[in-house]
């Protein structure tokens, strides 16, 4: 029986989809499926697809309906113990799924594994900013209260784990970060401490056109964390909206805005730009500046994502409308009984 299957959710992904597919079907490892879900494309991917002769290849074709619900249909119809992400505009490096099977079988009883990223094309400089540590360092963390920052098409998933734990949820662009932090509570993740998948960066992405919205939703997801850790209710999106809000640093959005035209504008080769993008990420603060170079010399450090969770304290009223708290809900996470998160 194969092990494992690579998902690929597909939304108008031309004129990136071929390298990227082809990255996948010249993988060292060939024992292996592919699922696509072409979620209502309307440029050439359909027929880009259609047009590729491989075995291991199926399609699933439906009416658009996000990414969030394309990943939940991807769990829903994949046929082997494993699901290995990848996005249609990225590239796997030839060994990535023999590492991934490597690791499946040293710990069969992992619920996600996940590898270091690249930024691509050449020349765009760097790595994915990558949580790193042991099961028990990114369970601690988000124990405290922090997020993780993976790179989503990094991840191999334990198909049966995920889906006890309610699959990807909310259609605010992290539904990635909102799944690993229940994944750390209740099974353990494992870094692959190698590159495997070279990261596109590109304007039209989900990351780029909506940063602001993104960091605003990425605070809701930490939001129901600390909700989850302390015993506490947490109000819907719309009702904490406001309050969130006015934990937006709106400086560092401006900071990573420009960081990320910078390393754009070096994979197009326009270096006077990417030279005159990365200035002015810089004089927008250079603190984060040194520590965005600090991560990248020392990737050890405990790189997390959201904000300190004192600060969420602040507007404890506003964001928790009963007062009483109970201490942080623990539990083992190998505990059969133990529930996923709740559901907002």
């Known amino acids: 029986m194969r092990q494992i299957t690579v998902g690929i959710p597909v939304f108008n992904a031309m004129p990136y989809l071929p390298e990227s597919l082809e990255s996948i079907l010249r993988q060292d490892y060939s024992d292996f499926q592919i699922l696509v879900i072409n979620d209502g494309s309307t440029d050439d991917s359909r027929e880009y697809l259609r047009s590729v002769r491989d075995p291991r290849l199926r399609i699933v074709d439906q009416e658009n309906r996000g990414l969030t619900a394309t990943l939940n249909r991807m769990l829903a119809e994949v046929r082997t113990p494993w699901l290995a ?68 098409p990094t991840v191999i998933l334990n198909v049966e784990r995920t889906r006890k734990l309610g699959g990807y949820r909310f259609n605010l662009h992290v539904e990635d970060a909102d799944l690993w932090w229940r994944m750390a509570l209740h099974y ?102 040194v520590c965005r170079l600090l991560d990248e010399c020392f990737p050890r450090r405990a790189i997390t994502a959201g904000r300190r969770p004192v600060l969420f304290k602040v507007h404890e009223k506003l964001l928790w409308r009963e007062q009483s708290a109970s201490c942080c809900s623990r539990f083992e996470p190998s505990s059969p009984s133990a529930k996923p998160g709740f559901q907002p």
Do not use: W
């Open 85 to 152: 992400r990848h996005d249609a505009d990225d590239v796997a490096y030839p060994q990535r799924l023999a590492r991934a099977v490597d690791y499946i079988r040293l710990y069969p009883e992992s619920g996600m594994f996940y590898s270091l990223a690249s930024y691509y094309p050449s020349p765009s400089v760097g790595r994915y900013r990558t949580t790193q540590g042991s099961p028990n360092e990114i369970r601690n963390l988000v124990q405290s209260g922090y997020l993780l920052t993976i790179c989503h």
């Open 188 to 289: 353990d993740i494992r870094l692959i401490p190698e590159v495997l998948t070279r990261y596109r960066q590109n304007v039209q992405s989900l990351s780029s056109v909506n940063l602001e919205e993104q960091t605003l939703n990425l605070l809701y997801v930490q939001y129901l964390l600390l909700s989850f850790l302390h015993n506490r209710k947490p109000l819907a999106y719309e009702e904490v909206r406001n309050s969130l809000l006015q934990l937006v640093d709106q400086n560092e959005i401006r900071f990573r805005t420009h960081l990320r035209a910078f390393n754009i504008e070096l994979g197009r080769g326009n270096k006077n730009r990417a030279f005159a993008k990365s200035l002015r990420a810089f004089l927008t603060s250079p603190r984060n500046f």
